[in-house]
């Protein structure tokens, strides 16, 4: 089977602009969940969507959102983005068994830079 | 905020060595993971141990988890130049699939 894939790899924002990354999990996963990671505050949880329907969300401002598709795939959207989302954003997907708690298989990550 | 606390933060062994990291949490889980990062690529999954085991082996892989410490270890043996990476401990609490890391240890593995 397919990994999970990450599009885009990287990316160049400019502080107050939006950005949506999108995540394609392994085939027959229903589960996807996101994750940031910076130097200073390491990898953090942002939110996990299960069938369409957001199942956990981390400690993140509203300017962070999510959804997920039919097909399971899913988007992120960062709304006025600020020099502090600079971050390596990773998206896991995991088969999504009832109530969760199995290996998650992580993508190759997305590279927000904004200046 | 982290539930996880890794130690140490960096080591730096010979090939052929063993190396071993520790990670301590907060509250109580459903299962700690431990994951591999190279150079701020994606992690990739190691080993999953359950709340009501003791110790699972995967390869050169050796994870123990005492949860009445709210300990868990990684042993990797006889070492080689590829183990280079940063490695992390993950916990799970409860339903769904919410990770919290733990701040990872760097390892480094000299030929």
């Known amino acids: 089977k397919a990994g999970v894939t990450q599009t885009p790899r990287y990316l160049i924002k400019t502080r107050g602009q939006q950005v949506t990354l999108s995540c394609s999990p392994i085939s027959g996963h229903r589960s996807v969940s996101w994750y940031q990671q910076t130097p200073g505050q390491g990898l953090q949880f942002l939110f996990e969507y299960f069938s369409e329907t957001q199942r956990n969300k981390g400690n993140f401002p509203g300017r962070f959102s999510g959804r997920q598709f039919s097909n399971s795939r899913s988007e992120m959207n960062v709304s006025t983005l600020e020099l502090g989302d600079s971050a390596l954003y990773l998206c896991a997907s995991s088969p999504g068994l009832a109530g969760g708690g199995d290996t998650q298989y992580f993508g190759p990550g997305t590279r927000l830079t904004v200046l | 905020s982290q539930q996880g606390e890794e130690d140490p933060q960096a080591l730096s062994i010979q090939e052929g060595e063993n190396a071993t990291m520790n990670c301590s949490y907060k509250?109580?889980?459903?299962?700690l993971q431990w994951y591999r990062q190279n150079s701020g690529r994606g992690l990739v999954h190691l080993i999953l141990i359950r709340s009501n085991e003791r110790e699972k082996h995967s390869g050169r892989l050796r994870v123990t988890l005492d949860t009445s410490k709210k300990s868990s270890s990684l042993l990797i043996t006889a070492s080689r130049a590829a183990d280079t990476a940063s490695y992390f401990c993950?916990?799970?609490?409860?339903?769904?699939?919410?990770?919290?890391f733990g701040g990872g240890t760097r390892v480094l593995v000299k030929p």
């Open positions: 509250t109580s889980i459903n299962n």
């Open positions: 993950a916990t799970l609490k409860a339903a769904g699939n919410k990770l919290t």
